[in-house]
């Protein structure tokens, strides 16, 4: 199915599509609207629903970001192949959220094009190179970001005196030697340490001393 708001631009995939071996074209729709619509009407005869969308991003009305998001709920069977002029890491992060199963741009070749609906109808997802290179980009940041939530979340779990003994164990110190700097029982010290290894999830004194140098800590 071909959705697209300027009917130039469907005749012009339309007669691309034609030419290959095994792709045929149920239906056509200028916005995501008529798109529901006419999904729904094919609802009724299941063989007509489309195996995949070819959909505009900017459309009139109902974005196509937002059609997909609707067509991924409603009909599981259907994929989204995302067609657009934007090479913008919101729109196409956004597509992917949304359950758009690939995402290429409108300058890419034909081949590219009916290599993309043929490895997605085969239940893969397919992404031109400069969009993979964002969606990875985008993938990447995200993990920084948890990886920063998670060195907080570690933080918080440690008290001050708890931090300030990290400091001295990090330093080689022994329990004996950090007891007698702050005044402390060497029980006092251990049982600190326990605490620690046992919020943090570590094993020993080693990984306690590991993760607070890479996770600084301290």
Not at 28 to 55: F, R, S, V, W, Y
């Amino acid at each position: 199915m071909l959705v697209d708001d300027h009917s130039i631009v469907r005749d012009g995939i339309r007669l691309l599509l034609e030419q290959a071996d095994g792709l045929e074209i149920i239906d056509e729709a200028n916005d995501g609207e008529e798109t529901l619509d006419k999904l729904k009407a094919h609802q009724a005869t299941p063989e007509l629903l489309p195996d995949l969308i070819l959909m505009d991003i900017s459309l009139p009305g109902m974005s196509g970001i937002q059609t997909t998001q609707v067509v991924s709920r409603l009909y599981k069977n259907v994929r989204v192949l995302m067609l657009s002029m934007h090479n913008n890491e919101d729109y196409i992060l956004r597509s992917v959220e949304a359950g758009a199963y690939g995402y290429m741009l409108k300058d890419s070749s034909s081949d590219e094009m009916i290599k993309a609906i043929r490895t997605i109808a085969a239940g893969e997802k397919y992404y031109s190179s400069p969009v993979a290179s964002i969606i990875l980009s985008g993938y990447m940041q995200q993990l920084k970001k948890g990886s920063r939530h998670s060195r907080t979340e570690r933080q918080s779990k440690l008290s001050n005196k708890e931090k300030e003994i990290l400091q001295f164990l990090v330093a080689g110190m022994s329990s004996r030697e950090i007891a007698e700097k702050l005044q402390l029982s060497v029980r006092t010290v251990d049982n600190h340490r326990a605490n620690m290894m046992r919020r943090l999830q570590v094993r020993n004194a080693a990984e306690l001393v590991r993760m607070a140098v890479e996770d600084k800590l301290i």
